[in-house]
């Protein structure tokens, strides 16, 4: 019983002394490692936060991603140890990325007054700009005829949107251009002929306009005709068949806000952009297509692929 009471005090002696020795062995290694004053990385891309740290013995880490308005995305914010701190190699050196300003698609605030515009634009965190006045005839006093960036483009959070404002009816003796599009090139025709303008109409192929209907104008409604020499009506005429002529429709989305609506057809041939445009919910696309053998329609909404549409 004696003897091995005896060897286990000796064992855990033992034992003890290698514990201890152990740790004397390690802090020494530990604190071998050389002692270097951090650098200041703030404002440098990661790529080179991340070669300046690693040639010093350093490791990096993304400690996470905010907005900000006035520094570039990519580029360092902050750095934690802080520059100046007296480390030791081999220290994780953690950062937070730039993601750039807060980018926001604009809305369409065409046709609000400048009051429900306002709320609208803040609403957005946008903020009301220059509001400038125009005479209208094709909107009341007080609403808004024309917006500075327009709707559906994107801007960083907090950008000026300008305005334009219908003024009312002009004075006597201004005349202004109507709205022609979707109306009878005839029509359109007889009223410049009665306010002595020329006329020039030019014809357009369309399958999705009625014959004969203005599809473009120039100069555009509400412009002052006072020193205009010429109107350009381009007008709808039916398109000439084709054998492998087919009419691509599709429904935009009944969700909220405009959408810039992209549609690509892919087929034996390649790949092309057949629509572009900004487009409100629920409106409906009328195109005409001539696929080559097997073809989809690639259909992106806001940059975002939302799917493939066949067509054969």
């Not at 690693?54 to 993304?62: D, P, R, T, W, Y």
């Not at 950062?95 to 009051?115: F, H």
């Amino acid at each position: 019983m004696k003897t091995i009471i005896k060897l286990l005090i000796i064992f855990f002696v033992f034992a003890g002394a290698c514990y201890y020795s152990f740790n004397i062995v390690m802090t020494a290694f530990i604190h071998s490692e050389e002692e270097i004053v951090l650098p200041d990385v703030n404002g440098k891309s990661a790529i080179e936060a991340f070669n300046e740290l690693s040639s010093l013995g350093f490791a990096i880490k993304k400690d996470g991603e905010e907005f900000n308005q006035s520094i570039a995305p990519g580029v360092v914010l902050r750095q934690s140890p802080p520059a100046g701190m007296t480390v030791r190699k081999g220290k994780v050196i953690k950062v937070t990325i730039s993601q750039g300003g807060e980018m926001i698609y604009v809305p369409d605030i065409v046709g609000q007054t400048v009051r429900a515009a306002d709320i609208s634009l803040k609403s957005s965190s946008l903020m009301t700009g220059e509001i400038s006045k125009k005479y209208s005839i094709a909107a009341e006093k007080g609403v808004v005829i024309a917006q500075d960036p327009p709707a559906a483009s994107s801007v960083e959070k907090d950008a000026v949107i300008n305005l334009v404002v219908s003024d009312g009816n002009p004075p006597e003796g201004v005349v202004l251009m109507p709205d022609w599009l979707n109306k009878p090139a005839s029509l359109a025709k007889e009223w410049a002929q009665s306010h002595s303008l020329n006329v020039d109409i030019k014809y357009e192929q369309s399958s999705s306009a009625l014959p004969d209907a203005v599809l473009k104008q120039s100069p555009a409604p509400d412009a002052d005709l006072s020193k205009v020499n010429k109107i350009v009506f381009y007008v709808s005429q039916p398109p000439q068949e084709k054998p492998n002529q087919i009419i691509f429709n599709y429904a935009i989305p009944n969700s909220k806000g405009n959408k810039r609506v992209q549609l690509i057809l892919a087929d034996d041939k390649g790949e092309k952009i057949i629509f572009n445009a900004v487009k409100k919910p629920s409106e409906k696309i009328s195109i005409p297509v001539e696929p080559e053998g097997n073809a989809v329609i690639k259909v992106y909404i806001n940059k975002k692929f939302i799917e493939d549409v066949n067509i054969n």
